[in-house]
Antibody, heavy 119, light 105 residues
Framework: QVQLVQSGAEVKKPGASVKVSCKVS????????IHWVRQAPGQGLEWMGY????????NYAQKFQGSVTMTGDTSITTAYMTLRRLTSGDTAVYYC????????????WGQGTPVIVSS | EIVLTQSPGTLSLSPGERATLSCRAS???????LAWYQQKPGQAPKLLIY???SRATGIPDRFSGSGSGTDFTLTISRLEPEDFAVYYC??????FGPGTKVEIK
């Protein structure tokens, strides 16, 4: 059974960085893509980008270019999302999700990681 | 970039009623690369429909998707108590619509 398990909640100060992990199991990690999606309180889903862990290829939504980095460690089948220069507007739940290709549906999803940015 | 619009924003219905949710794209969604997700409070989104009309594994047949090009519909034939949630459409691999909340009337 495919599972994505994310790291725990984070509290950060404005200007800091946060690194969220997504441990995957039950499938060949390098065969798929890991996407990151965030959801601010009471808001909708915002796609941030993806990584193909096999080649390290990434594609970031324009809004996040320059502030996000997505990486993968194939030895421990874990993907990471680092967001820099945090502001209160980055307070959200961050989800990882799997797709078979760059243009494909997302299934399954991780449980989500709350990130709170507050001084 | 294709922009997705969903309507209505909120749908107030009673259990047993039929729900019809709309998703409209600013440009044609090629090859019907459109998915629908359900999200309940405090939970991650769950895939319901892919390819505009194919149900994901384990999804009850009261959920159906239809449409092509720029206009897509998610229909819940008879609402069960567990179906009250927010529903999002998505062009494969990228952006989501703003969502439709299905609430108990």
């Amino acid at each position: 059974q495919v599972q994505l398990v994310q790291s725990g909640a984070e509290v950060k100060k404005p200007g800091a960085s946060v690194k969220v992990s997504c441990k995957v199991s039950g499938y060949t990690f390098t065969d798929y893509y890991i996407h990151w999606v965030r959801q601010a309180p009471g808001q909708g889903l915002e796609w941030m980008g993806y990584i193909n862990p096999n080649r390290g290829a990434t594609n970031y939504a324009q809004k996040f270019q320059g502030s996000v980095t997505m990486t993968g460690d194939t030895s421990i089948t874990t993907a990471y999302m680092t967001l820099r220069r945090l502001t209160s507007g980055d307070t959200a739940v961050y989800y990882c999700a799997m797709s078979a290709g760059t243009t494909d549906w997302f299934d399954p999803w991780g449980q989500g990681t709350p990130v709170i940015v507050s001084s | 970039e294709i922009v997705l619009t969903q309507s209505p924003g909120t749908l107030s219905l009673s259990p047993g009623e039929r729900a019809t949710l709309s998703c409209r794209a600013s440009q044609s969604v090629g090859s019907n690369y459109l998915a629908w997700y359900q999200q309940k409070p405090g939970q991650a989104p769950k895939l319901l429909i892919y390819g505009a009309s194919s149900r994901a594994t384990g999804i009850p047949d009261r959920f159906s998707g239809s449409g092509s090009g720029t206009d897509f519909t998610l229909t819940i034939s008879r609402l069960e108590p567990e179906d009250f949630a927010v529903y999002y459409c998505q062009q494969y691999g990228t952006f989501f619509g703003p969502g439709t909340k299905v609430e108990i009337k």
